[in-house]
């Protein structure tokens, strides 16, 4: 059974303090592994996709790596407006669409 | 980038009654879409997958019967709520997969539903 988990659950960072989210997973083969961002009430907003290990992808102050085992979506020098849930999801390879989701990390951005 | 719907946004029933909830593809066509759970602080459950034409397949230990799903073209899946209870109160979210932006879902606002 495909699984994943993040860590950690809650992470409050000054402003301008960078950190890192983790995404472990396991998954039987692994089509693609997405973050995603998530502002309370709504629904989730796409980020990235990344398909093989050693693959990056950056957007603004967000950049998401992967490798064979865990997925870092790192965030460099925060504002208040990057406060939200950071999801990741996995979709396995083998013809199914279905994503399983972790439980993601409440980032708070404090100014 | 792609555009994912949802109305209505919010819902307040009394129990006994159905409640539907559309899921729009805006600006792409998805023969593809899905349906979500979301309970408070936690992650995303999906319910079912919806493909354009057939029938909806579901997850274990969804009911079928009480979550009625519908995709009747390439641009819009409905769900519907038979018969809701309080228990059925929750954050529910739709997503499409737009074949052109390979593998990607796109959710939609979410509805939340209250039964009373």
């Known amino acids: 059974e495909d699984q994943v988990t993040q860590s950690p659950e809650a992470l409050r960072l000054q402003e301008g303090e960078s950190s890192s989210l983790n995404c472990s997973y396991t998954v039987s083969g692994l089509r693609g592994l997405f973050w995603y961002r998530q502002d309370p009430g709504k629904g989730p907003e796409f980020l990235f996709t990344?398909?093989?290990a050693g693959e990056e992808k950056e957007k603004e102050r967000l950049k998401a790596t992967l490798t064979k085992k865990e997925s870092f979506l790192h965030i460099t020098a925060p504002k208040p407006e990057d406060s939200a849930t950071y999801l990741c999801?996995?979709?396995?390879?083998?013809?199914?669409?279905?994503?399983?989701f972790g439980t993601g990390t409440r980032l708070t951005i404090i100014p | 980038g792609a555009v994912v719907s949802q109305h209505p946004s919010r819902v307040i029933c009394k129990s006994g009654t159905s409640v539907k909830i559309e899921c729009r593809s805006l600006d792409f066509q998805a023969t593809t879409m899905f349906w979500y759970r979301q309970f408070p602080k936690q992650s995303l459950m999906l319910m079912a997958t919806s493909n354009e034409g057939s029938k909806a397949t579901y997850e274990q230990g969804v009911e079928k019967d009480k979550f009625l799903i519908n995709h009747a073209s390439l641009t819009l899946s409905t769900l519907t709520v038979t018969s809701a209870h309080p228990e059925d109160s929750s954050f529910y979210i739709c997503s499409a997969r737009d074949w052109g932006l390979a593998d990607t879902q796109y959710f939609g606002p979410g509805t939340r539903l209250t039964v009373l």
């Open positions: 999801a996995v979709q396995a390879d083998f013809g199914n669409e279905k994503l399983t």
């Open positions: 990344l398909y093989s």
